[in-house]
């Protein structure tokens, strides 16, 4: 009698224990998966600015000038790497106010190889320094992009000087405004979402979607661009002298490594390896391809003759477009956008410039201003479920939402015109800062003998 006692209490401790470990909140881990496609695609976002930025854009200019834009795009990348583990993460993905966020993460405090980031599953996480990482990748592709509206004349002091007020007061406030919540686990009910939401960027709460950069990127760079070349003036010889580039070659290289590594810029934006990166995947391939030849196109019709430099830039212009689409359009709408991006973009970079006369020198703005609002109110059209979009997630119903074109529109509407103000502002009050201090411009001399030899004592090209 007393074995089958201590054999019944035994069964009874046992199924005690078992009871309070299936009890345990067992602590997420992060996706190993999810983890590799991270980190590969901020090696290929890596990639799209050092070299293809750098060579897109340096053989658009004259060869005196090749070595100065590949500086510039190269110590811009370094230098905003820096400012973005020194404080730039925590101003833009802690939680704050609705435009910053806070200072509980400079010099990266409190991230460990342990410390998680979420996804947008709800459990599914990658590791911190993963995503600290990537969107490092796009912190220094940003002030990248805005050079090609001034190349040939910009002091490289300058350059650095107006990067690191940009990008503290234009660059972070966007992110943070676009891209920070609290990520879809605190989305349980419909209570606990509208807190949520309460503490996320203010264009989060606007509902604006951009899955990978139209606002923040794009836009963001272009209209600083604008800015820039209009304060800085044109190029010494515009619209009497032919300012060519002087390899099509190497922009042709460059604009090929930008369609690869942008793979990563979209696809890595999803944090996931899960079938929606796939759609992404093909909506970044297809969009591409369409606007090259819409551009290539529309070239041909206009000018007689369709162009190597054309069809690059037709791509990268499907490039931008689809970026802040990339995760709610259906293929087909993604080649709508690029049939669209590729003919706008063309019109903005020839008629557009032609009759405002802005020296635009490589069209940072007539490709990644014009086509990122493009892209970004198309959005809501090409999102819309009747249209082969996905539509929006609700994270509390657990499933896609009802889906309200107009008011997706509207939200759209708020994205862009946030994103165009705010940097037109910031970017004119930092361009005069830094004409106050080191000065914009280089001398004609300067100027006239290439900023190569003059801002750098080198030369690209020893013939």
């Not at 991270?38 to 290929?44: E, G, Q, R």
């Not at 391939?285 to 069809?311: D, F, I, N, V, Y």
């Not at 939200?411 to 502002?425: K, L, P, R």
């Given at each position: 009698?007393?074995?089958?006692?201590r054999?019944f209490t035994?069964?009874?401790l046992?199924?005690?224990?078992?009871?309070?470990?299936?009890d345990e909140?067992?602590?997420?881990?992060?996706?190993?998966?999810?983890?590799a496609?991270?980190?590969?695609s901020?090696?290929l976002?890596?990639?799209?600015?050092?070299?293809g930025?750098?060579?897109?854009?340096?053989?658009?200019?004259?060869?005196?000038?090749?070595?100065?834009?590949?500086?510039?795009?190269f110590?811009?990348?370094?230098?905003?790497?820096?400012?973005w583990?020194?404080?730039?993460y925590s101003?833009?993905?802690?939680?704050?106010?609705?435009?910053?966020?806070?200072?509980s993460?400079?010099?990266?405090?409190?991230?460990?190889?342990?410390s998680?980031a979420?996804?947008?599953s709800?459990?599914v996480?990658?590791?911190e320094?993963?995503?600290?990482?990537f969107?490092?990748?796009?912190a220094?592709?940003?002030?990248a992009?805005?050079?090609?509206?001034?190349a040939?004349?910009?002091?490289?002091?300058?350059?650095?000087?107006?990067t690191a007020i940009w990008f503290?007061?234009?660059?972070l406030?966007?992110?943070h405004?676009?891209w920070y919540w609290?990520?879809?686990?605190?989305?349980?009910d419909?209570?606990?979402a509208?807190?949520?939401t309460a503490?996320?960027?203010f264009?989060f709460?606007?509902?604006?979607?951009d899955?990978?950069g139209g606002?923040?990127?794009?836009?963001?760079?272009?209209?600083?661009g604008?800015?820039g070349s209009?304060?800085i003036?044109?190029?010494i010889g515009?619209?009497?002298?032919a300012?060519t580039?002087?390899s099509?070659?190497?922009t042709?290289i460059?604009?090929?490594?930008?369609w690869?590594g942008w793979f990563g810029?979209?696809?890595?934006?999803?944090?996931?390896a899960?079938?929606?990166?796939t759609l992404?995947?093909?909506n970044?391939?297809?969009a591409?391809a369409?606007a090259?030849?819409?551009?290539?196109?529309?070239?041909?019709?206009?000018?007689?003759k369709?162009?190597?430099l054309?069809?690059a830039?037709?791509?990268?212009s499907g490039l931008v477009?689809?970026?802040p689409?990339?995760?709610?359009?259906?293929p087909m709408?993604a080649i709508?956008?690029g049939?669209?991006?590729?003919?706008?973009?063309?019109?903005?970079?020839?008629?557009?410039?032609?009759?405002?006369k802005?020296?635009?020198s490589?069209d940072?703005f007539?490709v990644?201003?014009?086509?990122?609002i493009?892209?970004a109110l198309?959005?809501?059209?090409?999102?819309?479920?009747?249209l082969g979009?996905?539509?929006?997630?609700?994270?509390?119903?657990?499933?896609?939402?009802?889906y309200?074109?107009?008011a997706q529109f509207?939200?759209?509407?708020?994205?862009?015109a946030?994103a165009v103000?705010?940097?037109a502002?910031?970017?004119?009050?930092?361009?005069k800062?830094?004409d106050?201090t080191?000065?914009?411009?280089v001398?004609e001399?300067a100027?006239r003998q290439?900023?190569?030899v003059?801002?750098?004592?080198e030369?690209?090209?020893h013939?």
């Amino acid at each position: 009698m007393n074995t089958v006692l201590r054999s019944f209490t035994t069964l009874l401790l046992l199924g005690s224990s078992a009871l309070s470990f299936a009890d345990e909140v067992v602590a997420p881990v992060a996706n190993k998966g999810d983890t590799a496609w991270v980190l590969i695609s901020t090696i290929l976002v890596i990639l799209m600015i050092i070299p293809g930025l750098a060579l897109f854009y340096g053989g658009m200019v004259r060869a005196k000038n090749m070595l100065s834009i590949l500086m510039q795009v190269f110590v811009i990348f370094s230098m905003t790497a820096i400012l973005w583990a020194i404080y730039g993460y925590s101003v833009a993905f802690t939680e704050g106010n609705a435009f910053f966020g806070g200072f509980s993460k400079v010099f990266l405090a409190g991230i460990t190889p342990d410390s998680l980031a979420a996804t947008f599953s709800k459990g599914v996480y990658i590791p911190e320094y993963a995503y600290v990482a990537f969107q490092l990748t796009f912190a220094a592709i940003t002030p990248a992009i805005i050079i090609g509206s001034f190349a040939e004349r910009i002091k490289f002091s300058a350059v650095l000087l107006f990067t690191a007020i940009w990008f503290t007061f234009s660059y972070l406030p966007l992110a943070h405004m676009v891209w920070y919540w609290t990520g879809p686990d605190a989305y349980i009910d419909a209570s606990a979402a509208e807190a949520a939401t309460a503490t996320a960027g203010f264009l989060f709460q606007k509902s604006a979607l951009d899955f990978a950069g139209g606002s923040v990127v794009h836009i963001n760079a272009g209209v600083a661009g604008l800015i820039g070349s209009l304060l800085i003036g044109k190029r010494i010889g515009f619209g009497r002298e032919a300012l060519t580039p002087h390899s099509v070659t190497m922009t042709m290289i460059g604009a090929s490594l930008l369609w690869v590594g942008w793979f990563g810029f979209n696809v890595g934006s999803n944090l996931e390896a899960n079938g929606l990166a796939t759609l992404v995947f093909i909506n970044t391939l297809l969009a591409t391809a369409a606007a090259t030849l819409s551009w290539m196109g529309a070239e041909w019709l206009m000018r007689g003759k369709p162009s190597m430099l054309g069809a690059a830039s037709g791509g990268i212009s499907g490039l931008v477009a689809i970026t802040p689409a990339c995760g709610w359009s259906g293929p087909m709408g993604a080649i709508f956008l690029g049939l669209a991006s590729g003919t706008v973009c063309f019109w903005a970079v020839t008629m557009l410039k032609a009759k405002l006369k802005y020296d635009d020198s490589l069209d940072a703005f007539g490709v990644h201003g014009v086509g990122g609002i493009l892209g970004a109110l198309g959005t809501a059209v090409v999102a819309n479920p009747a249209l082969g979009g996905t539509g929006v997630w609700d994270y509390v119903a657990n499933k896609a939402g009802e889906y309200n074109f107009g008011a997706q529109f509207i939200s759209q509407f708020w994205g862009v015109a946030v994103a165009v103000i705010w940097s037109a502002v910031v970017s004119y009050i930092a361009y005069k800062i830094v004409d106050a201090t080191v000065g914009l411009r280089v001398s004609e001399e300067a100027e006239r003998q290439g900023l190569d030899v003059s801002e750098h004592g080198e030369t690209a090209y020893h013939l």
